[in-house]
């Protein structure tokens, strides 16, 4: 990351509150990015915020260090500010009457985030249960809260006092739009679950799971992706209402209002993709044929350290090659699930994906395959992959004795994926986190073809 300088000649619009007071004004921006190109980005969306209008740029995004600020108490005092928020703008002002005397105002943007309010719409809809069986129905009353990870066999194995580390978002950072995270406790019973199955259709389903270890058996691999599947199908769903109701709440600032907009079209053409893919699995299921699924697994012999379940849309491979445009709503997105799960000895990683995804997902564990050939470590590799996840626990007994300085590489390698005005690096995956996680694969077993 590196922190990027710009200065940008901006207007007041009319819903500022010193509209009247100001000529005219000028944005000084200091930006923590990946890329000159996310930094304008961010620094565009905060100053539409802030109810100003965007003239024309001053100069362009360039690199800085605190050495170039050290004469200039000022801008030393942004560039500070900057490391610990991401971002500062320093806004330095013509008054519209030449009499007033030179002075510093406070910018408060109209609109201020209701964090209150989100969480409680976000709880809402968490709480709003159905049952995402292809046979559910009226007649599916006893909603419950299943797991998305196995609960039983792999949470428990990684869990000290019946908790694990999960993330967490800081409150303190919902001014930013740039999630501040952290790993905090939360005990197993409550961590991971999601109210997307009644409690026959949950225990009918995945018993072969719950009671059991993956062998693997096709039927095993299938309900493990099926049920990542429908827990991101669940969370998607809750995410467009939850999207719907903040778009209606910041009516009064177009920035955040557009941001919010682009946000549901994203969400929305995620949503339609996972529909199909659904539809697909569920046809499987009905039909008790589970071949069409592929799958690539991982097996160690350790005892497990953390535990995952989710999708994942191959954007770009381990090598930093494109493989799919993830806002392209022309085409179908192909995914592929992964999960951790429990063997007899030891634990796998387990990925796992539709037939018709296979012309993405191939090539993605080919890329993989080709980096450890060529020399890189693969227990980096697929830490760095599987610290992607939002649906991810952390064992204690691993996470507590870990330094400083490589917890916060974990998380601020994480709040990258996190912040949705950033955008996505090609080389995400080939790069960062190394040397921390200590994983031995001893075996793979592969089902792609």
Known sequence: MKTYYMVIDVFPIRKNEHFELIKSAQANCWIIENDPHSAFAKASFH???DDFKIIKIDMLPVVVTKEDFLDRDIGLEQYIKAQDNGIAIFYVACARDRKISQSFITIKPSYKFNYGGFLQKHKQLKNSGRCLHYDGNSTCKEIINAHSIQKNQMLSMIAENGHVYMLSVNKDSSNNYKPMLSYKKFGIN???TFLGFCKKHDNELFQDIDNFFLRPTHKQVFLYA?????????????????????IQATYDNEAIRNLFTDMKLGTSHGFEDLKKHKSMYDALLQEKSYNDIKYVLFISKQKPNLALSGLFYPDFDFMGNYLQDLGDTSIELQLIAVCSAPLETGWGLLFAWHKSSSNVCVDFMRSLATVVHDGKKLNDLLFRFAINFENLAISPRWWEPLSTFHKEQIISYTSLTADVLSLTQPSYLTEGLEGIIDWEFYKVISHMD
């Open 190 to 192: 409550k961590s991971s």
């Open 47 to 49: 100053i539409s915020r």
């Open 226 to 246: 099926y049920r990542s599947l429908c827990r991101e199908f669940f969370v998607k769903s809750n995410s467009l209402n939850l999207l719907d109701n903040q």
